[in-house]
């Protein structure tokens, strides 16, 4: 590590470190092979929309966004030629979000960028060591989105709020 660096840094930091030499090697992909109009707050949609379309709600959820910065990055992303919103057909005071041909061709790219990254990393760390953290951030993951479940059924803050699953201050 270099010297200013923390001596035990907070793991927020170290994910955001990671997630940024990630985003940038997307990036530069998405770059080279002349999509670079796409903002990385706009790459939040392309993982979630499926075949069927998708509401803006339903984005903002899975991508844990504000709908309000879904629906920013999904125009951007319409006004660019990503995606295209059509009537719902279920529920006509809604839209659906789609991906465009142009769009549809993200991520195959996105995702090959990716596998990249990860073998990269794979091979700095170790194939088990890689495969421990995967293991270890979805046991976690899981973890947050049953605590999530569990305090939206019933009234109770989460630690970001100073309060446990349990009601207890934290």
């Not at 499926?50 to 990055?73: C, D, F, H, N, Y």
């Not at 091979?123 to 479940?149: G, M, N, V, W």
């Not at 569990?150 to 201050?169: F, I, K, N, P």
């Amino acid at each position: 590590m270099e010297p200013d660096f923390p001596a035990r840094p907070l793991i927020g930091l170290l994910l955001r470190l990671v997630y940024q030499n990630y985003a940038q090697a997307v990036d530069a992909a998405l770059s080279e092979a002349g999509f670079g109009d796409i903002r990385p707050s706009a790459a939040n949609v392309f993982p979630f929309v499926p075949p069927e379309g998708i509401t803006v709600s339903r984005l903002a959820e899975l991508a844990s966004v504000r709908k309000q910065s879904m629906a920013q990055a999904v125009d951007q992303l319409e006004r660019t030629g990503y995606v295209e919103r059509r009537p719902n057909p279920r529920d006509h005071r809604s839209q659906l979000v789609f991906l465009t041909e142009r769009g549809a061709s993200v991520p195959p790219l996105t995702h090959a960028a990716a596998e990249r990254v990860e073998q990269r990393w794979a091979e700095l760390t170790s194939p088990a060591e890689f495969a421990a953290l995967r293991a270890s951030l979805q046991h976690l993951l899981a973890q947050i989105k049953d605590e999530e479940k569990l305090c939206s059924s019933r009234s109770c803050w989460t630690v970001s709020r100073s309060w446990s699953a349990t009601g207890m201050r934290s």
